[in-house]
Antibody
């Protein structure tokens, strides 16, 4: 079955950087678009970024545009999120999620990982 | 882009039924909405997609028949019948928006369902 396992979370100072990874298994990773979604403590879900199955298109929430970069390595079945210039308001559990198709149109979050916690604090 | 509005909380007794509501902002009455269940301390899981004609596509893996959806106007509803203890969760609605060069995905604030 589909498995998504996030890693790389931790405590980082404001202005610092962190790279999250999401190891995928149980499906043909190279055929599906992938998302990052975050959830601040006690808050709702916030979509962060999407990458097309082949990496040719990427979309970002305005709150992270210019600071975060989504990427993927289809040879390693792994999704990444490079987070730079981190702020306190980026503190959240970060989930990776598999889309329903390869592109963005009509896609939703079909499968989710368990998340990794990022804490931005001095 | 649409704004999705959900009441922050709902409650229902064991064995009863409850309907959760997700309301789209004006002008987006033709949008489909996706429902997600999030049990305490867990990642979300997809429940089903709903449009004005009802369910779109299939339910998520392991979602029981007790869960159903309806859509009307700007409202998208998730109904749970014969509520069980394991249904106590946060329920989030979401929608995608965009075309061509830009896409975004938006969520409502979530509804915390308490089973009494």
């Amino acid at each position: 079955q589909v498995q998504l396992v996030e890693s790389g979370g931790g405590v980082v100072q404001p202005g610092g950087s962190l790279r999250l990874s999401c190891a995928a298994s149980g499906f043909t990773f190279s055929s599906y678009g992938m998302h990052w979604v975050r959830q601040a403590p006690g808050k709702g879900l916030e979509w962060v970024a999407f990458i097309r199955y082949d990496g040719s298109n990427k979309y970002y929430a305005d709150s992270v545009k210019g600071r975060f970069t989504i990427s993927r390595d289809n040879s390693k079945n792994t999704l990444y999120l490079q987070m730079n210039s981190l702020r306190a308001e980026d503190t959240a559990v970060y989930y990776c999620a598999k889309s329903t198709g390869g592109g963005a149109i009509g896609g939703y979050f079909q499968h989710w990982g368990q998340g990794t916690l990022v804490t931005v604090s001095s | 882009q649409p704004v999705l509005t959900q009441p922050p909380s709902a409650s229902a007794s064991l064995g009863a039924s409850v309907t959760l509501t997700c309301t789209l902002s004006s002008g987006y009455s033709n949008y489909k909405v996706d429902w997600y269940q999030q049990r305490p301390g867990k990642g979300p899981r997809f429940v089903m997609r709903v449009g004005t004609g009802g369910i779109v596509g299939s339910k998520g893996d392991g979602i029981p028949d007790r869960f159903s959806v309806l859509g009307s106007g700007l409202n998208r509803y998730l109904t749970i019948k014969n509520i069980q203890e394991e249904d106590e969760s946060d329920y989030h609605c979401g929608a995608d928006h965009g075309s061509g060069s830009n896409f975004v995905w938006v969520f409502g604030g979530g509804t915390k369902l308490t089973v009494l």
